[in-house]
């Protein structure tokens, strides 16, 4: 007979993410932001941008300090190697936006509209997000730390190299998702959706127990 192998497969891979270092900025109010501006190296502090129209805005190297954005137009924003600290927005509609390099510490978000946006090499922490719709975008290198989260919907995402740190997570819907190297060790959730698309998921046995209801109920497995 022959011996079943113990060897391990391929750890699960670590989000790979870069230092940001910011030049000397610029202090700035806001005021004159328009909808597809290109603005570098300034710094917002304490500025309300509620309600502003910023469809298509980039930002390069700059940093965000108690910056409130709620119901902001950002669709298709452009964010790289900024820092976000404080952030406020009841509703934060981001959609088709992109973000690398960015670091987002203390955000308090209500619902999150991202879809289709496209993440690379993004740490969140210490924030508290109630809903975020990142259905159909794309995650590469991305750490979530130390986070409340009410829901998370991953749905048809295509993810790699995803880490959630010592978060806790209401709802993750990961139906139709596309996973590799997403760690959800350390992390709590109430209940996950769409568990087929768990597959390139990370989990411990404790969480193992946790879904193994979920598990059968979708395998239609009955247990006595």
């Known amino acids: 007979m022959a011996k079943a192998s113990t060897r391990k497969g391929p750890s699960t891979r670590k989000a790979s993410i870069d230092r940001i270092t910011l030049p000397d900025l610029t202090d700035d109010d806001g005021a004159l932001l328009r909808s597809g501006d290109g603005r570098e190296a300034e710094r917002y502090m304490d500025v309300n941008l509620d309600g502003r129209d910023l469809t298509g805005i980039s930002f390069g190297e700059c940093d965000f300090t108690k910056v409130s954005l709620h119901e902001a137009k950002l669709r298709g924003a452009s964010f790289a190697e900024c820092l976000m600290t404080d952030l406020h927005a009841p509703v934060f509609s981001a959609p088709r936006s992109s973000w690398r390099d960015v670091r987002i510490e203390h955000a308090r978000l209500g619902s999150v509209e991202a879809y289709e946006a496209i993440l690379r090499s993004v740490h969140i922490d210490g924030s508290k997000l109630d809903f975020v719709n990142l259905r159909n975008a794309t995650l590469t290198d991305v750490l979530i730390s130390n986070c409340i989260i009410e829901e998370l919907d991953l749905g048809s995402a295509t993810v790699q190299r995803l880490e959630l740190q010592n978060c806790r997570i209401g709802t993750l819907d990961v139906g139709g998702a596309k996973l590799t190297d997403v760690d959800l060790r350390s992390s709590d959730f109430s209940s996950v959706h ?16 946790l879904l193994a209801p979920l598990l059968a109920a979708h395998l239609g497995l009955r247990v006595e």
């Open 194 to 209: 769409g568990l087929e698309g768990l597959r390139g998921a990370t989990i411990d046995d404790a969480q193992l127990s």
